[in-house]
Structure formats: C-alpha cells, structure tokens
C-alpha cells in the first residue's frame, strides 16, 4: 500500500515536497515512480528511481526543478519540487514497480491514491 501526503495549495516559484509512505512493500527494491494526473488526462510520468544503480529519471517538464528520492529504512520516497508553475498543478501520485524505471503508469504494480498539488497566485 502507497499513501501520498504533503500536497497543498502554493504560489508559482514556491517549493513542496511530497512524500510517499509505503508498507507491504521494500522501498528498496523497487523502482519508485512519480507520476501526475490533471481534469480529462492520462497519468503523466515526472520522475522515476530505479534500483538499478540509483539512476533517476525526469521528464522534460520538470528536469531541474523536480527531485526524487528514496529513504528505505522508513518506508519512505520523496518528489521535492522547486520553483513550482502554474502548469504543475495536478493530482501527483506514488507508484512501485520491479527495479526499472518506466513511464507508463500501467506497468507500475502498486499505486497511492493521490494527493493534489495547486499552483496558483
């Protein structure tokens, strides 16, 4: 099970780190997945941690600005995002699958249910 917290409302240019606490599941074992979901889309990936190597992975979009990471004796993985816009806006979510990163939200084997992330002034 994957619960998301640590969303809210911010204002453009302001920083959130969202956090994804896991349970029945070895955090470090997996490869972590961040995607995001706005109003009529399909879940788009932002960021993913790999086992393999500790490679990380980031869209476009939020490269630069976006930080994943992961701390396994708690259970916990982590999305620190910085200098957030208005076009981040979205429903983010947390998802585990087997030691390699991918962007299709279907081929995760586990998924939180989501915690809203409001950029506006």
């Known amino acids: 099970q994957l619960v998301e917290s640590g969303g809210g409302l911010v204002q453009p240019g302001d920083s959130l780190r969202l956090s994804c606490a896991a349970s029945g599941v070895s955090l470090e074992h997996v490869a972590i997945g961040w995607f995001r979901q706005t109003p009529g889309n399909e879940h788009e990936g932002v960021a993913c941690?790999?086992?393999?190597?500790?490679?990380?992975h980031y869209s476009d979009s939020v490269r630069g600005r976006f930080t994943v990471s992961r701390d396994a004796a708690k259970s916990l993985a982590f999305l620190q995002m910085d200098n957030l816009k208005p076009e981040d806006t979205a429903v983010y979510y947390c998802a585990t699958r087997e030691s390699i990163c991918n962007w299709r939200w279907e081929r995760y084997e586990a998924w939180g249910q989501g915690t809203q992330v409001t950029v506006s002034s």
């Open positions: 941690l790999s086992t393999i190597g500790g490679n990380v």
